[in-house]
């Protein structure tokens, strides 16, 4: 078995425990001590938290949606192919190092979160 390599750690405002970015060969792992928080071979929660929020809101003229925290970009992703062009979303994202990673060796995981344009994201 391939052994999990660390890629990068962040501190999280208020927490005592680091955020941990992990690869194993082609999968990704986001920890928080030593709980998996999200893995990019499996984001089927991510997708169905964003179909949930859309299912609501998805044909509603000019709608508005925020997402509280970035991760690996899954929610940000699936929540774009289902709303409208006019829509517009808002990420909220408390550990800047989400984004850069999100924008650096991520990227390939979901490459329309670091180039949409129907919204912002946020650093708190």
């Known amino acids: 078995m391939i052994a999990w390599e660390l890629i990068d750690c962040a501190e999280i405002p208020g927490a005592t425990e680091q955020l941990r970015l992990y690869r194993r060969d082609q999968e990704y792992s986001m920890r928080l001590g030593g709980t998996e928080l999200m893995t990019s071979r499996v984001h089927g929660s991510?997708?169905?938290?964003?179909?949930?929020?859309?299912?609501r809101v998805a044909d509603r003229p000019d709608c508005r949606l925020l997402i509280g925290g970035l991760g690996m970009g899954y929610t940000l992703a699936a929540a774009l192919r289902r709303l409208k062009g006019d829509a517009r979303v808002l990420v909220a994202e408390l550990?800047?190092?989400?984004?850069?990673w999100n924008r650096g060796v991520l990227a390939e995981l979901v490459p329309a979160v670091i180039t949409w344009n129907r919204g912002v994201l946020a650093e708190l």
């Open 95 to 100: 550990v800047p190092a989400v984004i850069t």
């Open 46 to 55: 991510e997708d169905a938290l964003a179909d949930l929020a859309c299912d």
